[in-house]
């Protein structure tokens, strides 16, 4: 009986070890670099097929500059990404990066990341960031020049801009296509839509009210 449970323990420790990799944020790495080809058409998130890579560095796997981002939106901010998309060099290394720039009063409006936790660096002015548990706790600070804050994974998370001035961060991530889903335009700006009776029951609102809001977030 106890060699029975030995050898249960020993597969069921087997069972794990081989599913870890598939259930982190990106798949691990199988070669040092892997710059992502542009052309393929694999799935970012999970890691582009990689092109073949030369002695001489390029731009790809160096970098590429951030200089401060168009704030004049309805949202009143930017985000400028430096992931996968626009860095082919992170493909596969399971990081990335952003620059989000704020106006006086912008923010970055409540979203989640379902693959990757999120910091951010505050490069410049004051902001309110939170974000929102499971058990529907929120937690808030205001984080100024020099500090940190982390969203984890998954959760709704926002930053507003408090301050007289402009604000600037930047946010690192632990994949290199973290994914956004910005929670109004998803469920007001769905194509096809929600249905409308759906969303009405769910605010507690009226049709109407509904459809109006639908009518600010209209899919592109």
Excluded: W
């Amino acid at each position: 009986m106890a060699r029975a449970h030995l050898y249960l323990a020993a597969a069921c420790a087997v069972v794990l070890a081989l599913a870890a990799p598939s259930l982190a944020g990106d798949p691990d790495m199988l070669q040092d670099i892997c710059i992502a080809d542009r052309a393929s058409r694999r799935s970012r998130s999970t890691g582009s097929r990689a092109r073949r890579t030369r002695r001489r560095t390029t731009s790809s796997s160096t970098g590429s500059r951030t200089p401060a981002g168009n704030t004049s939106n309805a949202a009143g901010s930017l985000v400028t990404a430096a992931n996968v998309e626009r860095l082919p060099g992170v493909n596969t290394l399971g990081v990335s990066m952003a620059r989000i720039d704020y106006a006086p009063g912008g923010q970055n409006p409540p979203h989640t990341h379902p693959r990757a936790t999120e910091i951010i660096f505050v490069l410049e002015g004051t902001l309110e960031v939170g974000f929102v548990t499971t058990a529907n706790k929120l937690f808030t600070k205001t984080v100024t020049k020099g500090e940190v804050f982390v969203f984890p994974r998954g959760l709704v998370h926002f930053q507003q801009n408090r301050g007289h001035g402009p604000a600037a961060v930047i946010a690192a991530f632990n994949s290199q296509l973290q994914g956004t889903q910005a929670i109004a335009p998803t469920l007001f700006g769905a194509s096809p839509p929600v249905p409308t009776d759906v969303l009405a029951k769910a605010f507690r609102i009226g049709n109407g009210e509904v459809e109006a809001i639908k009518s600010k977030f209209a899919p592109m």
